[in-house]
């Protein structure tokens, strides 16, 4: 019984992570990881210059209304971290709340079709040597600042590690909120959070320069009516215009991203399903056994 309503349980789970809201629509845009090694790009600035030549080039292709890039892994989850709001005072560990974080170039909302409820968006002189900034969502603006705008209000991430502080980032923006987390849940985080220029460190100390990572997701809204898989083969070949030799995984809607990763929890449910069933009837049998024992040697007190 126990493994039976355990199983239940798990799979009542499983239910529920096939219906999360994600705030967007998970099946209208198309997503590619790629990871750039240090025998082609070894240093930052070469990087910074492939992203760069890359974005320019899928934002004059034909297929594509919106191009964008951004950290996330395969479009599930990016990354959390402790915050500081400016002028208020910390005293224990425990105490700084906890918020989602992105790294997104300029068109990232327009490819997720994310409203700007105040403020701008990025722009791509957006660089931390110039001025840190952010912009947050919805639900990071009312949880931290109110009914107050959140425009000019600056706050900092720390590193979960180290602890030691980043830049204090001022808000120039405020976007509706979408699904930040993983299809599952993350203790003592939710769905606040916060964006971040793509070349930026987002959290911990300010690193002096643009900082490009080695890898990325890229990611495009396709134009007209057609399945976003149906443009895979296009996105490859813009891609090998800039680099021939960087192959692309991962491609896929970040709905099927997503069912990738809860597919695991669906076959062990199954499979501890399937165990319960056989428990509940093997106890079943034990049950039946027993009882038709105690009552054959009680059959002459019945009888009486």
Known sequence: CILLIGSLLQMQSIRKQQTIDYGYDTGSILSARMGLMDGDYP?????????????REL?????????????????????????EIEGREYKEKGDRPNANFEQVTPDYFAVTNQRLLEGRGFQDDDLDAKLPVAIVNEA?????????SALGRRFRALDFNSRQPGPWRTVV???????MQPPFNLPNVDET??????????TGPMAPEPLASQ??????KPRGSLRPET????LRSAVAKVDPNLPLYFVGTPRVQIQGFVVQ??????????????AVVLASVGIYGVTSFSVSQRTQAFGV
Do not use: Q
């Not at 240093?43 to 974005?55: G, H, M, N």
């Not at 959070?193 to 930026?200: K, R, T």
């Not at 890898?215 to 495009?220: G, I, R, S, Y």
């Open 215 to 220: 890898f990325a997701t890229v990611v495009v």
């Open 140 to 148: 990071f603006a009312r949880k931290h600042f109110g009914a107050d």
């Open 173 to 179: 923006g405020v976007v509706n909120t979408v699904r």
């Open 193 to 202: 959070g916060f964006y971040v220029p793509f070349y930026s460190v987002a």
């Open 231 to 234: 443009f895979a083969n296009p």
């Open 59 to 83: 934002r004059t292709h034909a297929d594509f209304e919106a191009v964008a890039l951004t950290n996330r892994f395969r479009m599930v989850f990016s990354g959390s971290g402790p915050v």
């Open 43 to 55: 240093t930052s600035e070469a990087r910074k210059l492939f992203f760069d030549r890359l974005v």
């Open 265 to 278: 929890n669906r076959i062990i449910g199954v499979m501890v399903t399937i165990f319960g069933l056989v």
